[in-house]
């Protein structure tokens, strides 16, 4: 039997469809996932995403701990409740998850703290990691698998929130910065997300949860599953662990060489010299975005044939519900133009090679 | 548990069949077979006038999540093809068993009839794959 979080009753009673993820029982959808998909993009929508790994570091330490731990720089984090997206690489500068983390504090005052959040598949092997290496700093790594968490998204998630929650935290809400936390009466409010659009991810105690999910739902927002995450992510361009990247692929191989902190030169983060020799000798493959607007869905291991520079491999691919249309993330040759073949049931179909994201509040953003 | 209605005929790969009369059958997919898709995106479908045997993959039925052939249950000619579901892919899962229907056959040989599986036979086949 799988684990089940603090929201599993409800998504019963919603009539979910509930599947093994990484040993959760998470809900799928609760019906339509693109009816659930495009409330997200229209509307608001609300995800249980409490099977998520909640980390906060401590100690004199903290900070430098996770400038070796991760290859974006949390000293770029100057006001408190700030968020960081970043790759925690093992030495051969490979990527053992992403991450979002926050700073908890003022920056620079005794005290200090980070709250993380990693993925749920990858849970024990990131908490080894950090743990491995934390041997030579004076931190503390406390998991909070009592706190639940729910990401509320749309271009009305944040109003919906507010009719949902005491006035103090709802005056909050409404002057919170993109990408800032912030504490409100026991629970963290953060304006991040996984979706493209405006939106809260919200940490609360698990005996809280079930109350405000009601709460939730009253203001009319609507449940959503695992399903329209994973395409709303896509239409954003954001990487999937497991499928886009992993421990054999480089963040330079996966579209995430913005989130690679090579100034200051002198901090040695984990997997910094793998990383340099492989930007010095230059990247064999890139991840991309393919579209195909004819009739068909591209979908993940598909072949992927670029004239004259080789193959490729789409890492996910689906239906837009947004654009109507077939959209993928795939790892193709590096020199690799505009245009490429897939390999679908057989036969070549010709699609157009795209920068990432093709959606971004509700409208399509990429040429 | 799914829809299973009684007077329509079965067959295993979860294609439903009425017989219209007259050597006539309409075809599409159970209500079991589009909860296991999800939401359908794109129906491919024969043409009119194609001539197809039992067992031949005659379209395809992509969801969001995967892709599915579609076989044809008996032999006959394609004599009508569903064209508004090229427009409304979602009445696959609204609608299984009416607005979703794929195709009409005009049968070669209506002994086939005899071979489908009834309500019960398709029932037990579900139950016994999950």
Not at chain 1, 41 to 68: E, K, N, P
Not at chain 1, 171 to 179: A, D, G, Q, T
Not at chain 2, 49 to 76: H, I, N, R, W
Request: contains cysteine; charged residues 25%.
């Amino acid at each position: 039997m799988g684990h089940k979080t603090a929201l599993h009753a409800q998504h019963h009673a919603l009539g979910a469809k509930l599947v093994d993820f990484s040993g959760w029982e998470m809900p799928l959808h609760y019906g339509s996932q693109v009816e659930e998909h495009n409330k997200v993009r229209q509307s608001a929508g609300m995800f249980d995403v409490s099977h998520m790994t909640i980390v906060d570091v401590s100690g004199a330490q903290a900070r430098s701990y996770l400038r070796h731990l991760l290859a974006n720089d949390v000293a770029t984090l100057k006001q408190k409740g700030k968020a960081l997206y970043s790759a925690m690489l093992n030495e051969k500068g490979g990527v053992i998850d992403d991450l979002i983390v926050y700073l908890m504090t003022e920056p620079d005052t005794s005290g200090e703290w980070y709250r993380v959040v990693v993925n749920c598949g990858t849970r024990e092997k990131d908490l080894r990691w950090m743990a491995d290496q934390a041997v030579r700093f004076d931190v503390a790594l406390t998991e909070q698998p009592e706190l639940a968490m729910i990401a509320i998204q749309g271009p009305k998630a944040r109003q919906r929130v507010e009719q949902a929650v005491s006035e103090s935290r709802a005056r909050m809400i409404s002057e919170l910065k993109p990408f800032v936390g912030q504490e409100s009466e026991g629970w963290f409010i953060a304006r991040t997300g996984y979706t493209g659009e405006d939106g809260l991810e919200i940490m609360l105690p698990e005996d809280e949860a079930a109350d405000f999910w009601q709460q939730l739902l009253d203001a009319g927002v609507a449940p959503c599953g695992l399903g329209a995450r994973d395409t709303l992510r896509l239409e954003a361009g954001m990487n999937l662990y497991g499928s886009d990247m992993d421990e054999e692929i480089s963040p330079l191989e996966a579209g995430m060489g913005w989130t690679l902190a090579l100034e200051p030169a002198d901090r040695q983060f984990v997997g910094r010299e793998a990383v340099e020799a492989l930007k010095a000798k230059g990247v064999e493959r890139k991840l991309v975005g393919l579209v195909l607007t004819e009739r068909g869905v591209l979908r993940a291991h598909q072949k992927v044939v670029v004239d004259g520079l080789g193959e490729g491999e789409i890492t996910s691919g689906s239906f837009s519900p947004t654009l109507g249309y077939s959209i993928a993330l795939a790892r193709v040759p590096a020199a690799t133009g505009t245009s490429a073949e897939v390999e679908m049931r057989g036969k070549r179909v010709p699609v157009q090679v795209v920068r990432p994201p093709f959606v971004r509040h509700g409208e399509k953003v990429f040429s | 548990m799914s829809n299973v209605p009684n007077e329509l005929k079965y067959v295993a790969s979860h294609e439903w069949i009425r017989d219209e009369g007259n050597g006539i059958v309409t075809i599409g997919i159970t209500d079991h077979a589009q909860d296991l898709l999800g939401d359908v995106v794109f129906v491919e479908l024969p043409e009119v006038g194609a001539e197809v045997s039992a067992g031949d993959d005659t379209g395809v039925v992509e969801s969001v999540k995967a892709a599915s052939d579609v076989y044809a249950p008996l032999s006959g000619e394609v004599v009508a093809i569903n064209e508004a579901l090229e427009d409304a892919p979602e009445t696959v899962n609204s609608d299984p068993y009416g607005d979703g229907w794929f195709f009409q056959l005009k049968l070669s040989d209506t002994s086939e009839l005899d071979d489908l599986l009834d309500a019960d036979g398709y029932a037990a086949h579900c139950e016994a794959e999950s």
